[in-house]
């Protein structure tokens, strides 16, 4: 095949994207009503056939109850986020746990490990927190969830050949942007798209730096604005 087609990424601000390929959309950890920068965004437009949850954080959980009654998506994510869920009504849910894949209609995940921690909303027990290799369509691509740089993130790259990654840069609750141009080197990406930095005051950067960071790693950064949808 001569046609390779990437996939479109759109920025709802934190940690919160949604990934399109072909007729298949995937949201990730929806935080978008509790965020005033997000307050263009109308969740009820997004319609993802699935949400992937990457720790039980309320800045990644916030709207999966919501946008799933809404729209019917199947909900994937760790064991006990899963079992928070369900307890909630939720039916249409998948857990999986660190090391695992599984194929889904809309492409392949597997859950990848993260350094982090993982408390739901009302403190139940989420789980161990984790990130995502995600194949839909010609496209793979990682998305780091909340977590500190870490050495696993070089058995990506002996695995995959990676489209690009999604990657924290906001620094005192995950990495920052150094660390993330070397997560980006470490999982073999060369083009990564930046999340989770500028929602709250711990975790406002100073983009030019985020920018140069990633330039000396040679990598390329992108940070779409809040609706706005990148080709990838
Ligand atoms: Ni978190
Ligand atoms: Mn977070």
């Not at 995959?160 to 840069?169: E, K, S, T």
Request: glycine content about 10%; hydrophobic content about 50%.
């Amino acid at each position: 095949m001569w046609f390779i087609p990437g996939v479109k990424l759109t920025y709802f601000g934190h940690a919160s994207f949604l990934v399109e390929s072909g007729d298949y959309k995937v949201l990730f950890d929806p935080f978008i009503r509790p965020n005033p920068l997000a307050a263009g965004v109308d969740i009820g437009s997004l319609k993802p056939d699935a949400i992937l949850l990457s720790h039980g954080h309320e800045d990644h959980v916030a709207d999966a109850v919501e946008i799933a009654r809404a729209s019917g998506a199947l909900v994937v994510a760790n064991w006990e986020v899963v079992q928070w869920l369900a307890a909630q009504g939720l039916t249409n849910v998948h857990p999986m746990n660190h090391g695992g894949a599984r194929n889904f209609p809309f492409g392949r995940v597997k859950m990848v490990n993260a350094i982090h921690s993982s408390t739901l909303p009302g403190n139940a027990p989420g789980g161990n927190p984790a990130g995502f290799v995600v194949t839909m369509g010609g496209s793979s691509f990682y998305y780091s969830g909340d977590t500190a740089l870490t050495m696993d993130m070089k058995l990506i790259a002996e695995e995959f050949r990676l489209d690009f990654a999604v990657l924290c840069i906001g620094d005192n609750f995950t990495m920052g942007a150094a660390d993330a141009a070397r997560a980006a080197v470490f999982a073999g990406a060369t083009k990564a798209v930046g999340v989770h930095y500028d929602t709250f005051p711990p975790i406002e950067i100073v983009k030019g730096d985020a920018f140069a960071a990633f330039e000396a790693a040679g990598v390329s950064l992108l940070l779409p604005a809040i609706g706005e949808t990148v080709e990838l």
